[in-house]
T-cell receptor, first 105, second 115 residues
Framework: KNEVEQSPQNLTAQEGEFITINCSYS?????LHWLQQHPGGGIVSLFM???GKKKHGRLIATINIQEKHSSLHITASHPRDSAVYIC???????FGAGTRLTVKP | DSGVTQTPKHLITATGQRVTLRCSPR?????VYWYQQSLDQGLQFLIQ???????AKGNILERFSAQQFPDLHSELNLSSLELGDSALYFC??????????????FGPGTRLTVT
C-alpha cells in the first residue's frame, strides 16, 4: 500500500461543477501540500496546511489530522483548472500519484 | 513566475555521461530542494540544502550529488547516466529549513533525455 493515496486517479467534469479530490496518508506529518501541475509541466504550490481549512479564490483545502485525510475542492470549475493535482506529505515530501482533472466547456 | 530559475530547460545526452543541472532560488529563500519526476515513478524527493548545508536526503542515487553554494544557488550533478535517468528534474525553494514545513516554490524544470 502506498503511503500517500489519491483519488480519483482521473476526473472529468463539466464547466461549473464542484470538484473534490482526496488524499489519504499513513505517515505522521507536520504539513500537507497540494500542488498543481499544468499540462506544460510546471508545478505551482496551491496550499500548505497542517490543520483545518484554507481558501484561495475558488479553491478550498481541508485536512483532518486524526483521520489522516485531506480534500481539495474546486468550486465553479473552469477549463483552465484542467491539470494534475498532487498531494505531498511528511518531512521527506512523499507524493501521491496525482489526480488528472479535465474540465470540459 | 515563481522566482526560481533552472538551467538548462532541456538536455539530451548519452548513457555514461555526466551532466550538471543548475538552480537559483527565489530571493530570500535559503532552502533548495531537488525532485525527480519520471513517468514510472512519479515525483520523488532527492535532496534538500539549507543555507549551504545538506538538510535532508530522499531517494537520491549514489551516482547523483548536489551542493549549494555561498550565493545559495544549487547544482545537481548526475553521473554515469542510464536510460532510466531520463526525467524532469525540478528545483524548489523555501524560506525555512523544515523539509515539509514551508511552502515551496518550484522552478520550471529541466527535461533530461538520456539516449
Amino acid at each position: 500500500k502506498n503511503e500517500v493515496e489519491q483519488s480519483p486517479q482521473n476526473l472529468t467534469a463539466q464547466e461549473g461543477e464542484f470538484i473534490t479530490i482526496n488524499c489519504s496518508y499513513s505517515v505522521g506529518i507536520s504539513a500537507l501540500h497540494w500542488l498543481q501541475q499544468h499540462p506544460g509541466g510546471g508545478i505551482v504550490s496551491l496550499f500548505m496546511l497542517s490543520s483545518g481549512k484554507k481558501k484561495h479564490g475558488r479553491l478550498i483545502a481541508t485536512i483532518n489530522i486524526q483521520e489522516k485525510h485531506s480534500s481539495l475542492h474546486i468550486t465553479a470549475s473552469h477549463p483552465r483548472d484542467s491539470a494534475v493535482y498532487i498531494c505531498a506529505v511528511g518531512d521527506d515530501m512523499r507524493f501521491g500519484a496525482g489526480t488528472r482533472l479535465t474540465v470540459k466547456p | 513566475d515563481s522566482g526560481v530559475t533552472q538551467t538548462p530547460k532541456h538536455l539530451i545526452t548519452a548513457t555514461g555521461q555526466r551532466v550538471t543541472l543548475r538552480c537559483s532560488p527565489r530571493s530570500g529563500d535559503l532552502s533548495v530542494y531537488w525532485y525527480q519526476q519520471s513517468l514510472d515513478q512519479g515525483l520523488q524527493f532527492l535532496i534538500q540544502y539549507y543555507n549551504g548545508e545538506e538538510r535532508a536526503k530522499g531517494n537520491i542515487l549514489e551516482r547523483f550529488s548536489a551542493q549549494q553554494f555561498p550565493d545559495l544557488h544549487s547544482e545537481l550533478n548526475l553521473s554515469s547516466l542510464e536510460l532510466g535517468d531520463s526525467a524532469l528534474y525540478f528545483c524548489a525553494s523555501s524560506v525555512g529549513p523544515g523539509t515539509g514545513s514551508y511552502e515551496q516554490y518550484f522552478g520550471p524544470g529541466t527535461r533530461l533525455t538520456v539516449t
